[in-house]
């Protein structure tokens, strides 16, 4: 039984996001303040596919920025600033040198950040403050290394930590940069993370530094498939992880293959490898909290393609790619929180996020669990199952697919949450203000079981599976470790694209 075709999908998700995120004071248990940093809606990174490919061309996700002058390199920023600088004291001007905009002209924020990087890199004191432009070793002030936000500014060949040659960049968030580089002392290929250098992002590296340097120590030989740390430090005030080098992320190849879906028997591998890996965590009191096709990457990129008929016409064929390896590895840990320390109001990305974080319950392993099965729906389909940036929506769509919310815990809801309630405890949808296309998209929303059609055995256990998997209350949710144990992992799954 094939999965569902293309042409059935839903609207894609969309390929543009403002990332939005605020920093907000929390009381904990203890009666202590804390500063928190809430991420909503976190895009997917841009990234690159890795040396795995044999090729230097970005993935479909990641393209160079478009310039319309020589890239500036550190080299040639500090020749320009030099060369302003002795303009200014003979009094003559050496090169044209870009205006400075008042700052109240640039209504666009894209474009005042712009400005503000570029200025940034030509005046090095603005750096210099963050500690990344400070002398080096041999006494000589060394060129800025950061953006105005406190990020490293990648150059190619650069030397990181007098061991690392930077190679490109395969990604940038909020908490930094992911970087290829070549270690000259293995010359093996790894990735770097680049914190920012900030003393927020500072302090949460360190914490996934721990989260890391416990996974390993645990499990020396990586059996349950979690990045490995193999070293991180600290170069000009930013805290850099570095880990193997694997392949693109499960997002950037659904998205290269046209958002297609899995064949069934690689969901089946994915499924498993994934629910090992996050019972691994559990069992070390760990919830990873940001589970999402952005943070598992594949070992290794490789594929075949084959043709496969387009449903209603009879000749047509389109192109479909296949993986030869179904190995993954799970990733960023930056979020990553131990069940016995303090949570986060608001976690997880927005369409991997459980109904109970959006009603305010509180959340722990559970939280892991729904992400999961939402994931594998996306597998099945190509696309994300919860497409919506709004609380109510989202829980409208909730109910669309998984069926009406359990009593039991729409009461719950309704105390914590009672404006996205009406009538005690059944959901307030829609609201007068509800646009059109929120009322046609919640609409469009199908069950669980028009999404996976129970038509032969492996169907019917996989639909089993994913639908405990996606239950509302948490406290009746499946665990992983049982989720192991289900019947859809006995079943053989036959070859197909």
Known sequence: MPTPPVGTRKRKRAHQYTVSYSEVQEVDSDGRLREVIVIEDTPPPPTASPATTRSNVFSASYQPPLLS???????????????????????????????????????????????????????????????????????????????????????????????????????QGTFGKVVEALDTHTGNRVAIKIIRAIPKYRDASKIEVRVLQKLKERDPQNRHKCIHLLHWFDHRNHICIVSELFGMCIYDFLKENDFAPFPRHHIQSFARQLLGSVAFLHELHLIHTDLKPENILLVLNDYKTVQVPIPGKRT??????????????????????????????????????????????????????????????????????????????????????????????????????????????????????????????????????????????????????????????????????DALNHPYFSVTVANEA
């Open 69 to 171: 002058a020589p890239i500036r390199t550190r080299a040639r920023a500090a020749a320009e600033a030099q060369a302003l600088s002795a303009s200014t004291s003979s009094g003559v001007i050496a090169a044209p040198v870009p205006k400075k905009r008042k700052r109240e002209q640039p209504e666009d924020a894209t474009v005042a950040k712009r400005l503000a990087t570029q200025q940034n890199a030509v005046t090095a004191t603005k750096s210099w403050a963050s500690g990344s432009g400070a002398p080096t070793e041999d006494g000589s002030k060394a060129v800025p290394c950061d953006d105005k936000e406190g990020h490293y500014i990648i150059v190619p060949d650069d030397m990181i930590y007098r061991r690392y040659r930077t190679v490109r960049l395969l990604g």
């Open 316 to 481: 047509a064929a389109r192109t479909k790619r296949i993986l030869n390896s179904t190995d993954i590895r799970l990733i960023d840990f930056g979020s990553a929180t131990f069940e016995e320390e303090y949570h986060s109001t608001v976690v997880s990305t927005r369409h991997y996020r459980a109904p109970e974080i959006i009603l305010g319950l509180g959340w722990s392993y559970p939280c892991d669990v729904f992400s999961l099965g939402c994931i594998l729906v996306e597998f099945y389909t190509g696309v994300a199952l919860f497409q919506t940036h709004d609380n109510l929506e989202h829980l409208a769509m909730m109910e669309q697919v998984m069926g009406k919310m359990p009593d039991r815990f729409a009461r719950a809801g309704s105390r914590s949450k009672p404006e996205f309630f009406k009538e005690g405890s059944k959901l307030d949808w829609p609201k007068p203000k509800a646009s059109r296309q929120s009322k046609k998209d919640v609409k469009a929303c199908r069950t669980l079981q028009e999404i996976i059609q129970p038509t032969d055995i492996v169907n019917k256990h996989f639909l089993d599976l994913v639908r405990k998997l996606l239950t509302f209350d948490p406290a009746q949710r499946i665990t992983v470790r």
